[in-house]
T-cell receptor, first 114, second 114 residues
Framework: KQEVTQIPAALSVPEGENLVLNCSFT??????LQWFRQDPGKGLTSLLL?????REQTSGRLNASLDKSSGRSTLYIAASQPGDSATYLC?????????????FGTGTRLTIIP | DTGVSQDPRHKITKRGQNVTFRCDPI?????LYWYRQTLGQGPEFLTY????????KSRLLSDRFSAERPKGSFSTLEIQRTEQGDSAMYLC????????????FGDGTRLSIL
């Protein structure tokens, strides 16, 4: 069974700083990992999907990396803005290869201080 | 592309009542997923469909829960004889079939049991 952990649970940084969010998973036999953003009371917005064959994926100020051998992924946010304040969740497919059910971490609640 | 739509956004009901939620996926997506999220946790997988076929159900989905996707388009999730523990956000997601297709989420239905 896949287990996903996100540490820290909460993070506050001043506006303009670069930051890294961490995600670890127990089953390295994944073929992708997805990062989401969730605003309070809202659903999830897909940010990036990084495939197992990729080491990095970029979208604007966001960069996700994936290291299957160590069971880790990171989400790098450059030049943070107050609008980046949200909960960030990572999710990996559950169980065996080819299964698309996602297992989520509990998220990191990010606050950008103006 | 209007995104995943869920209705209602909020539902308040008394314990013991039946409730039904609706999800309209992105039109060309043949896969549809239901997840449940409680406060401070990541979403947990409930069930998913490929077209009209329900391919998998989580053990979280007790006999009081039933989901349908009759024509492979919209889906409904019904909870019978609601209990306090059913209070949660119910999220729907959709995707194209394929190993590296991202799941796109709706804004969810928040269920509160009085």
């Amino acid at each position: 069974k896949q287990e996903v952990t996100q540490i820290p649970a909460a993070l506050s940084v001043p506006e303009g700083e670069n930051l890294v969010l961490n995600c670890s998973f127990t089953d390295s036999a994944i073929y992708n990992l997805q990062w989401f953003r969730q605003d309070p009371g809202k659903g999830l917005t897909s940010l990036l999907l990084i495939q197992s064959s990729q080491r990095e994926q970029t979208s604007g100020r966001l960069n996700a990396s994936l290291d299957k051998s160590s069971g880790r992924s990171t989400l790098y946010i450059a030049a943070s803005q107050p609008g980046d304040s949200a909960t960030y969740l990572c999710a990996a497919p559950w169980e065996d290869f080819g299964n698309e059910k996602l297992t989520f971490g509990t998220g990191t609640r990010l606050t950008i201080i103006p | 592309d209007t995104g995943v739509s869920q209705d209602p956004r909020h539902k308040i009901t008394k314990r013991g009542q039946n409730v039904t939620f609706r999800c309209d996926p992105i039109s060309e997506h043949n896969r549809l997923y239901w997840y449940r999220q409680t406060l401070g946790q990541g979403p947990e997988f409930l069930t998913y469909f490929q077209n009209e076929a329900q391919l998998e159900k989580s053990r979280l989905l007790s006999d009081r829960f039933s989901a349908e996707r009759p024509k492979g388009s919209f889906s409904t999730l019904e909870i019978q004889r609601t209990e306090q523990g059913d209070s949660a956000m119910y999220l729907c997601a959709s995707s194209l079939k394929g190993w590296n297709q991202p799941q796109h989420f709706g804004d969810g239905t928040r269920l509160s049991i009085l």
